[in-house]
């Protein structure tokens, strides 16, 4: 069974520092895609960024990057120069196929001004 | 705006009464996936879509959940005979791309 799990159930961090949590997962395939989805307070979930398995280069968007370890099945976000919109429920997700996402059980981030 | 909606936002009802939820996908996306989400945990899926056909249904959607996607647009969520453990939000997500889906802001369900 596919599984992925969030160790840090909550962090918290000053704005404009860099914070980076963590994500592992566990299958057997070897072409599938992981993702951080970000989910702020009473509003709805939106990608923070996507990673292809088969790509060896970390992805990053803007402020957001990845560290993809295949190896280790370890897939960490890292969050530069934080800001106070950065504050909500960040999910790592799995997804092998054209099918079903999992989850981890989510970090709670809170940027402190 | 044309992003996935859904409604209600909000239903509150009763023990034993049945419910509906709809959810409008992005117009150009074929896939459609349903998921459950409790306080403090992440999102389970609950069933998908590839146009009209429903493909999976997860152990979660026991026989009083129905889901529907009549001539592959629009899709229902029904629960029947409600029980206060399905107070939960319930997203709806589509997809054309093959792995990237989309979220709808959810309806949140209160069963008392």
């Known amino acids: 069974a596919q599984t992925v799990t969030q160790s840090q159930p909550e962090m918290s961090v000053q704005e404009a520092e860099t914070v980076t949590l963590s994500c592992t997962y566990d299958?057997?395939?070897?072409?599938?895609?992981l993702f951080w989805y970000k989910q702020p307070p009473s509003r709805q979930m939106i990608l923070v960024i996507r990673?292809?398995?088969?790509?060896?280069q970390n992805a990053t968007e803007n402020r957001f990057s990845v560290n993809f370890q295949k190896a280790a099945k370890s897939f960490s976000l890292k969050i530069s120069d934080s800001q106070l919109g950065d504050t909500a429920m960040y999910f790592c997700?799995?997804?092998?196929?054209?099918?079903?996402?999992?989850f981890g059980q989510g970090t709670r981030l809170t940027i402190n001004p | 705006d044309t992003g996935v909606s859904q409604d209600p936002r909000h239903k509150i009802t009763k023990r034993g009464q049945n419910v509906t939820f709809r959810c409008d996908p992005i117009?150009?996306?074929?896939?459609l996936y349903w998921y459950r989400q409790t306080l403090g945990q992440g999102p389970e899926f609950l069933t998908y879509f590839q146009n009209e056909a429903q493909l999976e249904k997860s152990r979660l959607l026991s026989d009083r959940f129905s889901a529907e996607r009549p001539k592959g647009s629009f899709s229902t969520l029904e629960i029947q005979r409600t029980e206060q453990g399905d107070s939960a939000m319930y997203l709806c997500?589509?997809?054309?791309?093959?792995?990237?889906?989309?979220f709808g802001p959810g309806t949140r369900l209160t069963v008392l």
């Open positions: 997700a799995f997804i092998q196929g054209a099918q079903k996402l999992v």
């Open positions: 997500a589509s997809s054309l791309l093959q792995n990237e889906q989309f």
């Open positions: 117009s150009e996306h074929n896939r």
């Open positions: 299958t057997s395939e070897n072409n599938y895609y």
């Open positions: 990673q292809e398995a088969y790509k060896q």
